[in-house]
């Protein structure tokens, strides 16, 4: 897809630390391909973000080629969208160097995420750890982006983001359009099967509240029939008190399209013992074809290096645009 002045920009990102899961899939990437006619869409594969953890690196090699197949396989058009990989276009690591000195410690420190991740990982609070939002900012307006579909877990990162551009432009005009999140309306914030409370997250493979989308329909049924409930059997969307049955709710509710009136009515007497298998059936139907189709693509990696070579290439044209234009205004000489 070459780039359209006239459209509006999407850009989202996420970042290969483990394989992805349902909540990857319904809090972003079903999200992506609703877009993508109307917008110029452009995602890419967050392999820079991922080292703020201490990962194998050829878990990350697989898992970022992964990650590219499984947008592919998930509907994304390589026709219509940019697909590329963060680390082959060096102006997101240029950008978040200018980007930082225009990012204040105070605001940096109150990421909800920094605050949750230091928690998690102790022994590893590092730099990069702390200034991740500034490069998913170098990411987000590198491309004049308008909307960035993301889950809810990333809202505040993205008006980061906004705060930073409208700092930089404050000082020299109008460089960076100011992007806003998108948010679904259901999906936004998918929970742990195992723990309710708890975000369904990528980075423990072997967690069994998490989905994955390379989970087989045996593992998959098996996580869901094993799904926290509560000790009532009636199937009410009530987040406060039955987190784990609204949390099944919201995920059948967006693999299948139904409200959640007409799921309370569809298992109404029937109990949880009905409820949950029906759940997990829905998402193999979600999953499976998206599995199969990554599996066939990771089979031809002469593919998926054509996409990402290619797409690596369209989206150096725009960002080294953008880059240059900063640089200019902070006052670098311009390279002879
Ligand atoms: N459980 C979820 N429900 C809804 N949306 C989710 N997203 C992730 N988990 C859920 C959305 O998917 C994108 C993932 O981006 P990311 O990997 O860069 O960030 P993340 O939010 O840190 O994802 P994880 O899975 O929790 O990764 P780890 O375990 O490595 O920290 C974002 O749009 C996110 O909102």
New binding site residues.
Partial sequence: MEENVKKLTEF????P??TL?L??Y???IKNWNELCEEYNSIFCV?DM?SITIRMDPAVLRRNALEQLAYYIASGLDTEKCILFIQSHVHEHAELSWVLGCYAMFGELSRMT?FKDKSAKNADNINGGLFTYPVLMAADILLYGTDVVP?????RQHVELCRDIANRFNGVYGDVFKLPRAIVPKV????MSLTEPEK?????DDNDPGSVMLRDTDDVIMRKFKRAVTDCETCVRFDPENKKGVSNLMTIYSAVTGKSYEEIEREFDGKGYGVFKPAVGEAVCDTVRPIREEANRLLADKAYLESIYADGAAKASRIAARTLSKVYKKVGFIKKA
């Fill in positions: 989202s990102a996420i970042k630390t483990g899961t909540g990857s319904l809090g972003a967050a973000h995420q993301v889950g809810e877990d990333q999906g936004a914030r998918v975000k369904m997250s990528k980075s």
